[in-house]
């Protein structure tokens, strides 16, 4: 396995991943537009993440194995003096269970230490999500809250768990 930024060159790989894992997801975290899974789509968003990246307000990153993405790890809204990111990353199901989202964390939080010098980083996971809180927890991640009715999985709102890592 191996962590990378996103490329214009992932668009192809990146739209196969996330339309065969799309139930998937969607029954974790909430849905995205039905016009992201398209070509056009899924190229903006890349286009979107590569421009945030430059500007140094995202780390997008993908997780492959074999050539074949099998993840991703983000770290979003990365402020001005890189004090702190807020995480999210996704796993095919096919791979869930495998290691992969801790090998994410693992290496997104060396870049967040050695890279980005951030000092704290935040993620939010679904109260129901128990493999991603001990994933974060196994980081060191505290729990620092509960938001209520925060995000819509499927036709449910669902409560979260904020956790907070500090970094430095």
Not at 15 to 25: A, H, M, P, S, Y
Not at 52 to 67: K, L, Q
Not at 83 to 106: C, D, I, N, T
Request: with cysteine; proline share 1%.
């Amino acid at each position: 396995m191996k962590l990378r930024l996103l490329s214009s060159c992932d668009i192809y790989e990146l739209l196969q991943f996330e339309v065969k894992n799309r139930l998937w997801f969607e029954s974790h975290i909430e849905k995205r537009d039905p016009d992201f899974y398209s070509i056009k789509g899924v190229s903006a968003h890349v286009q979107e993440y590569i421009s945030y990246c430059e500007s140094a307000r995202m780390y997008a990153g993908v997780v492959e194995e074999g050539g074949k993405i099998i993840g991703r790890v983000n770290l979003r809204n990365l402020d001005s003096k890189g004090a702190e990111g807020m995480l999210g990353y996704r796993v095919s199901q096919q791979e869930s269970g495998k290691g992969v989202a801790s090998f994410g964390v693992e290496n997104i939080l060396n870049i967040s230490r050695e890279q980005l010098m951030l000092r704290s980083i935040r993620a939010k996971v679904s109260v129901h999500n128990t493999a991603s809180q001990r994933v974060l927890e196994k980081f060191g991640f505290k729990d620092i809250g509960i938001h209520l009715n925060s995000i819509n999985v499927g036709a449910r709102r669902l409560d979260t768990i904020e956790y907070l890592l500090k970094l430095a």
